[in-house]
């Protein structure tokens, strides 16, 4: 089973952020996928054990997995995802019919 990466959500009126901590990985090995209500990210990096006397095998992550579900729909194409110093920043704005907007009132 895959490590489960630190993830914090952020909702804010016209969209979500979302932080996920991949300490050692770079860019081009995190994968991003995702629906109107679920963002899927996945990395994986090639083993680093060589072949030979091993005396003490931590082996750092290799492999992660996680599925998050958004608490309301949001527009896929529109996401912004940054990777700096082993945390990827997402950015996912809401779709246009969740964003949280002021009613006007009219007198009849």
């Known amino acids: 089973m895959a490590p489960t990466p630190s993830i914090d959500l952020i ?3 016209d ?3 979302v932080f996920i901590d991949l ?3 770079k860019p081009e090995e995190i994968q991003l996928e995702g629906d109107p209500r679920t963002l899927h990210v996945s990395a994986t990096r090639p083993s680093e054990i060589e072949d030979g006397r091993n ?3 931590n082996e750092r992550t290799v492999q992660i997995d996680r ?15 940054v990777f700096d110093d082993g945390v990827c920043k997402i950015t996912v ?3 246009a019919s969740e964003r949280y907007r002021e009613i006007d009132i009219r007198s009849p």
């Open 15 to 17: 969209e979500i952020w």
């Open 67 to 81: 599925v998050i579900q958004f608490p309301t729909d949001v527009e896929m194409d529109e996401i912004d995802a």
């Open 93 to 95: 704005p809401k779709a």
């Open 55 to 57: 005396v003490l095998i």
């Open 11 to 13: 909702e804010n009126t």
């Open 23 to 25: 300490p050692g990985f």
